[in-house]
């Protein structure tokens, strides 16, 4: 017996109608896809990961989750655009709040041709006017007229230190950005990727260092109770759902690791065990 499996496209003509076949395949397609996603909790399920090119800062294509429904976005969104058109309403201020990059719940819908369709909408808004009821944060910053550098040069370790500061720094910081895995929130791409760049500058790198990091290089996002494993080796613990204790206790492993490293003593050599027999006639 010769078992096989398919992969089914539904392919779309234009002046065709649409048959049953192919409105079951779509329907089928649509199922799978939000069944995969069934046990994943509100915030980002792939993408909406900042860039910056020729000045231009943009967001890459993602998918959201937000109260059982799953916003597209297929192409990049220019950041640059809303902070430009932000400026223009703004010039007179002389003190900008910190602010949220945030993905929010709009009322709009809109029906054509029997396809009803629900939209979040990109907006720029003060900190203390997020709401966690409909928004999704992006990132969060202290506003400066006219600055476009979403990230500096700093070192990886002084960078995921700013993480932590909020408006005391002019960094992006991603600390509540959610990025959704199945039943937890996880920290965002650009915070593992600094916790990578930390790791591979480390002067004593161990087995589990090198574990953690590919990783990183492998999934892109961890559950974070790994990272709590992780730490718990080198004695430190962690709550797992405060992130901000969980950058600091990843701090704290690099100068471990190096105390550690530096204290171990000298291998020493052992003399070759000599065999000992015994018996009848030896």
């Given at each position: 017996m010769?078992y096989?499996?398919?992969?089914?496209?539904?392919n779309?003509?234009s002046?065709?109608?649409?048959?049953r076949?192919?409105l079951?395949?779509?329907?089928?397609?649509?199922?799978?896809f939000?069944n995969h996603y069934i046990s994943?909790?509100?915030g980002?399920l792939?993408g909406f990961?900042?860039s910056?090119c020729?000045g231009?800062?943009?967001?890459?294509e993602?998918?959201i989750?937000k109260n059982?429904k799953?916003?597209?976005s297929d192409?990049r969104?220019?950041?640059t655009?809303i902070?430009?058109a932000y400026?223009?309403?703004h010039?007179?201020?002389?003190h900008?709040?910190?602010m949220?990059?945030v993905?929010?719940e709009s009322?709009d819908?809109?029906?054509?041709?029997?396809v009803v369709?629900s939209?979040?909408?990109l907006?720029?808004?003060s900190?203390y006017?997020t709401d966690?009821?409909?928004?999704?944060?992006?990132a969060k910053?202290?506003?400066?007229?006219?600055?476009?550098?979403?990230?500096n040069?700093?070192?990886?370790?002084s960078?995921?230190?700013?993480?932590l500061?909020g408006?005391k720094?002019y960094?992006?910081?991603f600390?509540?950005?959610?990025?959704?895995?199945?039943?937890?929130i996880t920290?965002?791409p650009?915070?593992?990727?600094?916790m990578?760049?930390?790791?591979?500058?480390k002067s004593?790198?161990t087995?589990?260092?090198?574990?953690?990091?590919?990783m990183?290089?492998?999934?892109k996002?961890?559950?974070?109770n790994?990272?709590?494993?992780y730490?718990r080796?080198?004695?430190?613990?962690?709550?797992?759902?405060?992130k901000?204790?969980?950058?600091?206790?990843f701090l704290?492993?690099?100068?471990?690791?190096?105390?550690?490293k530096k204290?171990?003593p000298?291998e020493v050599?052992h003399e070759k065990?000599?065999?000992?027999y015994?018996g009848i006639g030896?």
């Amino acid at each position: 017996m010769v078992y096989s499996i398919k992969c089914t496209t539904v392919n779309f003509e234009s002046g065709k109608l649409l048959s049953r076949e192919m409105l079951e395949q779509l329907e089928k397609q649509a199922g799978l896809f939000l069944n995969h996603y069934i046990s994943y909790p509100d915030g980002i399920l792939y993408g909406f990961e900042f860039s910056e090119c020729d000045g231009i800062i943009s967001l890459s294509e993602g998918a959201i989750k937000k109260n059982g429904k799953v916003y597209f976005s297929d192409g990049r969104i220019s950041v640059t655009d809303i902070l430009d058109a932000y400026d223009s309403c703004h010039k007179n201020n002389e003190h900008i709040p910190y602010m949220a990059l945030v993905f929010r719940e709009s009322d709009d819908i809109t029906e054509a041709e029997c396809v009803v369709s629900s939209c979040m909408k990109l907006m720029l808004v003060s900190d203390y006017e997020t709401d966690s009821d409909k928004d999704i944060v992006l990132a969060k910053f202290q506003y400066n007229l006219g600055s476009r550098i979403w990230k500096n040069n700093a070192d990886p370790e002084s960078a995921l230190r700013n993480q932590l500061l909020g408006e005391k720094c002019y960094d992006y910081s991603f600390l509540d950005t959610p990025y959704s895995m199945s039943r937890e929130i996880t920290f965002s791409p650009f915070i593992f990727s600094l916790m990578a760049e930390c790791l591979e500058k480390k002067s004593y790198f161990t087995d589990k260092d090198f574990t953690l990091l590919a990783m990183i290089h492998q999934e892109k996002i961890l559950s974070l109770n790994v990272l709590c494993s992780y730490l718990r080796s080198y004695g430190i613990i962690c709550d797992k759902n405060n992130k901000s204790e969980i950058i600091e206790g990843f701090l704290d492993s690099l100068k471990i690791t190096a105390e550690e490293k530096k204290n171990i003593p000298a291998e020493v050599p052992h003399e070759k065990k000599k065999t000992v027999y015994s018996g009848i006639g030896l």
